[in-house]
């Protein structure tokens, strides 16, 4: 009969496995959208590196999830648990860093965003004044005269 432990040592391992799987999908992904938009895009190097990076912070998350997931629910010693505390700094800097690299900022960081504004276009695709009935704006230069 199966034990809990071996259970999820196993539970482990898939973690692990779809972490490496993870990680080589996301290489052959962003291998495939550059090689496809070689001769198109001029920027194609950059995007090359943002899905890399993107596929590796994923493949790092199942990484860290299988080493807590043995480390607490198998071996929940000290030493285990500081063993795990080191791997996931590393891992957790590892992905601050490929994100700071992908996103061009530090995570914590937010994107300054501008709100949007609707600007009308009346029928002659001039700008309009939205409290103008509809069809008296200036049309082109003919009602400048």
Do not use: C
Request: charge should be negative; glycine fraction near 14%; aromatic fraction near 6%.
């Amino acid at each position: 009969m199966t034990t809990f432990t071996e259970v999820i040592e196993g539970i482990g391992l898939v973690t692990d496995g779809l972490g490496v799987l993870v990680i080589v999908l996301g290489l052959i992904w962003a291998t495939l959208r550059f090689g496809a938009a070689l001769g198109r895009e001029t920027d194609g190097y950059r995007r090359y590196r943002e899905d890399l990076g993107r596929g590796i912070l994923l493949g790092l998350e199942f990484l860290v999830a299988a080493d807590i997931i043995r480390t607490v629910a198998v071996t929940p010693t000290f030493q285990g648990v500081l063993i795990l505390g080191l791997i996931v700094l590393i891992r957790t800097f590892l992905s601050i860093a490929l994100q700071a690299e992908v996103e061009g900022r530090l995570p914590w960081r937010q994107v300054a965003t501008l709100p949007q504004q609707t600007v009308p276009v009346d029928e002659s695709g001039g700008v309009a004044n939205p409290h103008d009935p509809p069809g008296n704006g200036i049309k082109g230069r003919e009602g400048m005269r």
